[in-house]
């Protein structure tokens, strides 16, 4: 079985503070993910990176930054954490080229920002 | 922009029925479509992919099918149980975008025993 586990369940930081959440994939996937999950606006990508070093901005990359330095671990990284980015951080990992794309997930983050 | 709409954002239906749940999209023209299931405080789990060629795909009692034309996908559930009461997501792809999908913001279904 897959296994995309995350550091922590539940996280709760102060505004201003440098967070770190971690990503890790026991699958030898290629591609890893993290978004973030809020209510009524769904699933949005924040970072991608198809290889050890290589990242891709998402959708909403501001006020993020990511570190791959190992294939199996993908790092998210909250320069200066503000009260918008309070929300359910999700991790996920896939083949390059697998038959049915498929994203296996890890239980996710739930940061909250004071 | 790329819009991906789910009905309704709940569905409440009785053991026994079938659940239908909709994906519609706009400003895209992907190479297939996902479906998840998400359960409370868990992630997504992968349940099925249907290709821009294929009309329909079944998997025991799930059954997906795609219109292109309408820019549509419908997902039902047979023969529901309470078990299968979850958020559902659909998720869009391109073969040339990496492995990327972009997902819907999910139905939640209720089957009430």
């Known amino acids: 079985d897959v296994k995309v586990t995350q550091s922590s369940r539940y996280l709760v930081k102060r505004t201003g503070e440098k967070v770190f959440l971690e990503c890790v994939q026991d699958m030898d996937h290629e591609n890893m993910f993290w978004y973030r999950q809020d209510p009524g606006l769904g699933l949005r990508l924040i970072y991608f990176?198809?290889?050890?070093?290589?990242?891709e901005k998402g959708d909403i990359p501001e006020g993020y930054s990511v570190s791959r330095e190992k294939k199996e671990r993908f790092s998210l990284i909250l320069e200066s954490a503000s009260t918008n980015q309070t929300s359910m951080y999700l991790c996920?990992?896939?083949?390059?080229?697998?038959?049915?794309?498929?994203?296996?997930f890890g239980p996710g983050t739930r940061l909250t920002v004071l | 922009s790329q819009k991906i709409e789910q009905n309704s954002e709940a569905l409440n239906i009785q053991e026994g029925k079938t659940a239908t749940l909709t994906c519609n999209y706009t400003n895209y023209s992907p190479a297939y479509l996902q479906w998840y299931r998400q359960d409370p405080g868990r992630g997504p789990v992968f349940l099925l992919l249907i290709r821009e060629n294929e009309k329909e795909k079944r998997k025991e009692r799930l059954k997906v099918t795609f219109d292109t034309t309408l820019k549509q996908s419908l997902f039902h559930i047979t023969a529901s149980q309470p078990a299968d009461s979850a958020t559902y997501l659909c998720a869009l792809g391109r073969d040339t975008n990496a492995g990327k999908s972009t997902f819907g913001d999910g139905t939640t279904l209720t089957v009430k025993p």
């Open positions: 996920a990992s896939s083949w390059a080229s697998g038959a049915y794309n498929e994203q296996f």
């Open positions: 990176s198809y290889d050890v070093k290589m990242k």
